[in-house]
């Protein structure tokens, strides 16, 4: 069984500085993880996505995540935080050697409250 | 461009009625996958399709069912309708490579309240 732990509901992070949402994940096989954002009453966006290769992952809007395979860890950062990103953001994680055609859905965490303020 | 479209936004029903949500998904998408997300949850995989056949089945509810058609649109039939089934419906697609990555596209979600 796969699963993601996202250990903070809200983080309150000052406009202009960095900020950090922590991810953990566990899975019987090698990860595939992913960050969404959702804005309220909307649907997810994906942002970036680590599947092999660098560790570090650049996504969309400036974030980017660094894979950590000692630590299970994927943690979402951005290095000057905008109001604009003040959003509630998942994690998920895909076993990489599911064998269900492919069509496995991701499995989520509880999703990470990113409030910046001005 | 495109996007995975959902329908309706918004859908309230009595207990013990019948729902039906419609998906299109992005062209050349052959995978659909459902999701629920209630209040303050996150969103949990009811069931999938890939090429019309059901591909995997999480955690819906034996009182739903869907299905994907020749046209790779898809419908979840929800029916018995519980308080408890009042969500936000996501529906995601993706191209048969994604679906080996997982990146999903997803859709603007279709609201069910149950009164």
């Known amino acids: 069984a796969q699963s993601v732990a996202q250990p903070e509901d809200q983080v309150n992070v000052a406009e202009g500085n960095p900020l950090t949402v922590k991810c953990t994940y566990s899975?019987?096989?090698?990860?595939?993880l992913f960050w969404y954002v959702q804005y309220p009453n909307r649907g997810l966006q994906f942002l970036l996505k680590?599947?092999?290769?660098?560790?570090l992952v650049k996504g969309s809007y400036g974030f980017e995540a660094e894979f950590n395979k000692s630590q299970t860890s994927f943690h979402l950062k951005k290095p000057s935080a905008l109001v604009s990103d003040s959003a509630l953001y998942f994690c998920?994680?895909?076993?990489?050697?599911?064998?269900?055609?492919?069509?496995?859905?991701?499995?989520f965490g509880k999703g990470t409250h990113l409030i910046i303020q001005p | 461009a495109a996007g995975v479209i959902q329908s309706p936004r918004h859908l309230i029903k009595e207990k013990r009625e019948t729902a039906t949500l419609k998906c299109y998904p992005i062209?050349?998408?052959?995978?659909v996958y459902w999701y629920q997300q209630g209040p303050g949850q996150d969103p949990q995989f009811l069931i999938s399709?890939?090429?019309?056949?059901?591909?995997d089945k999480g955690s819906i509810p034996d009182r739903f069912s869907a299905q994907q058609f020749s046209d790779y649109h898809s419908e979840l039939n929800m029916s018995s309708l519980e308080l408890g089934d009042s969500a936000l419906y996501f529906c995601?697609?993706?191209?048969?490579?994604?679906?080996?990555?997982?990146?999903?596209?997803f859709g603007e979600g279709s609201r069910l309240t149950v009164l």
């Open positions: 062209p050349r998408h052959d995978t």
């Open positions: 899975v019987s096989g090698n990860p595939y």
């Open positions: 995601a697609s993706s191209p048969r490579t994604g679906a080996n990555t997982g990146e999903l596209f």
């Open positions: 998920a994680v895909r076993d990489r050697w599911y064998s269900g055609g492919g069509a496995d859905g991701l499995t």
């Open positions: 399709f890939y090429e019309k056949m059901q591909s």
């Open positions: 680590y599947i092999t290769g660098d560790n």
